[in-house]
């Protein structure tokens, strides 16, 4: 069965800073990866996505993922976060032919000015 | 951009009570879909809906939980009598199709709050 962690449940970190949120995940196949923010009061929306290709992943707002077969990784990263990056992060996994996405539990994260 | 539209935002429900949840999905989309979570929890997957009729749920869509598309724009979720442990934020989804990969578009979401 699919299944996604995220071990950090709240990270802090001082804007201008860089930024590392992890996610490992579970599938047996070729899985699609994704990252999802969702700001305080808004809906998720899609940061990136991988699904074959290129390793690393461009997203929107300058965010960025690595995907990592053998380390079953997927972590998303930002080399300098601003105040607006507070939100929480979720990382999801897909599966061939699935339209389902498993999540994981989230990170917070939040931005010291 | 296109989005996912949701009604209500906030909805309070004693008990017992039936609730209706709805989702404008993006126009040419095909897969409509249905998730929840559970404060504190993970979103966790419920129903996915193509051609009229559910393709896929998962274990917590239970009889009590139905959706319908009822004309051409509409996306439903009923719950038919709430218990405590639905109170949860309920999001709508939608796809382009079904196929491997392709971006799952999330409304705003719908807080139910059953007391």
């Known amino acids: 069965a699919q299944s996604v962690t995220q071990p950090d449940i709240h990270i802090t970190v001082s804007e201008g800073a860089s930024l590392e949120l992890r996610c490992n995940y579970s599938?047996?196949?070729?899985?699609?990866l994704f990252w999802y923010v969702q700001s305080p009061g808004q809906g998720l929306q899609l940061l990136l996505k991988y699904f074959s290709g290129d390793t690393l992943v461009q997203g929107i707002k300058g965010f960025e993922a690595e995907f990592k077969r053998s380390q079953s990784s997927f972590n998303l990263r930002k080399p300098s976060v601003h105040w607006s990056d507070a939100a929480e992060y979720f990382c999801?996994?897909?599966?061939?032919?699935?339209?389902?996405?498993?999540f994981g539990q989230g990170t917070r994260l939040t931005i010291n000015p | 951009e296109p989005e996912v539209t949701q009604t209500p935002s906030h909805q309070v429900t004693q008990m017992g009570q039936e609730v209706i949840l709805r989702c404008v999905p993006i126009?040419?989309?095909?897969?409509f879909y249905w998730y929840r979570q559970i404060l504190g929890q993970k979103v966790e997957f419920l129903v996915s809906?193509?051609?009229?009729?559910?393709?896929?749920k998962s274990e917590i869509f239970d009889d009590q939980f139905s959706v319908e598309r009822p004309d051409g724009s509409n996306f439903t979720l009923k719950i038919r009598s709430t218990k405590l442990e639905d109170s949860a934020m309920y999001f709508c989804?939608?796809?382009?199709?079904?196929?491997?990969?392709?971006?799952?578009?999330f409304g705003e979401g719908s807080w139910l709050t059953v007391v």
């Open positions: 126009s040419n989309h095909l897969y």
């Open positions: 989804a939608s796809s382009v199709d079904g196929a491997s990969g392709n971006t799952i578009y």
């Open positions: 999801a996994v897909g599966g061939q032919g699935a339209q389902k996405l498993v």
């Open positions: 809906f193509y051609n009229n009729e559910i393709s896929e």
């Open positions: 599938y047996g196949a070729t899985p699609y």
